[in-house]
């Protein structure tokens, strides 16, 4: 049995209900968060609810519980979440008025639902050979530091990258590197990491910052700044950041060999430093 949380009580997933005017349903009307829960401990909570807070803030949605309560309902959930891994997901929506409009709904009170779920990690065979990506355009709206529940371009982001047999799908707007449909990237040349800077065309990922703290308390430089396609495609290593697929080594761009085709080394001290916080997968 999954475990939800769903607007103050706890019961099995399959038996919430929600209402076809929530307008998270309508219109996407939402924001989310997910963390990652390793053997039962969440990992960074407090970087993942001031990310929560500041989406909220700025889609002006009251969730009706403080910060305290929103840890409590994580806390709750990571009790009984799978392990060794998971992960838990939570939406707040604008809740479910009596009658659909667009403008914010005078009297509505936020959805919140929550549950946990398996968090399959990258294996280590696999980070050994790496992994692949494809590029596409970025037509996403340019409020991408909201982690909005409208993610209709990520989805078929995702799903060129499920048909291209690769990891992930990495986007390019104005010929600068943003993000991957689900993830954060990076960049090295010469032993220098560079990574987008984390403005309004790019979700600031939880993992982006571990991995950008871990680099420079290892000595190994990082710029936050904008990375050119020529840059991407030039690269020595590439890496990809996110809750589930944590620290992800790219070996090939739309089928040509990154550096040398096999992840470099400065992922690798990178990697490893990740791994001391939250242990090595199978």
Avoid at 63 to 83: H, I, K, M, N, S
Avoid at 245 to 258: F, M, N, Q, S, T
């Amino acid at each position: 049995m999954t475990l939800a949380y769903w607007n103050g009580t706890y019961s099995p997933l399959d038996e919430v209900r929600i209402s076809p005017l929530d307008r998270g349903f309508l219109f996407a009307d939402g924001v989310y968060e997910v963390v990652a829960v390793y053997d039962g401990q969440i990992f960074e909570l407090d970087a993942h609810l001031d990310r929560l807070a500041r989406s909220l803030a700025a889609v002006r949605i009251d969730p009706g519980l403080d910060r305290a309560a929103l840890a409590a309902v994580f806390l709750r959930l990571a009790e009984t979440a799978p392990r060794p891994a998971a992960t838990i997901y939570m939406q707040v929506t604008r809740g479910a008025p009596a009658q659909r409009s667009h403008a914010f709904p005078a009297s509505a009170q936020a959805s919140i639902l929550a549950f946990a779920g398996p968090l399959k990690r990258l294996g280590r065979a696999q980070q050994k050979d790496g992994f692949a990506l494809v590029s596409a355009p970025d037509i996403r709206w340019l409020r991408c530091d909201i982690k909005s529940i409208a993610l209709l371009p990520s989805v078929l982001a995702a799903q060129q990258a499920a048909e291209a047999g690769v990891l992930e799908t990495v986007m390019i707007r104005d010929g600068l590197v943003s993000e991957c449909a689900a993830s954060n990237v990076f960049v090295v040349k010469d032993g220098r990491v560079a990574t987008p800077v984390a403005d309004h065309r790019i979700l600031d990922g939880i993992n982006r910052r571990i991995a950008i703290r871990l680099a420079m308390e290892l000595g190994i430089p990082v710029e936050q700044r904008d990375v050119a396609e020529a840059e991407l495609r030039a690269a020595d290593e590439i890496w990809i950041t996110s809750t589930t697929k944590e620290l992800a080594p790219i070996v090939r761009l739309d089928g040509a060999a990154v550096g040398s085709g096999r992840p470099g080394p400065v992922w690798r001290r990178v990697r490893e430093a990740f791994d001391g916080l939250v242990g090595e997968p199978a």
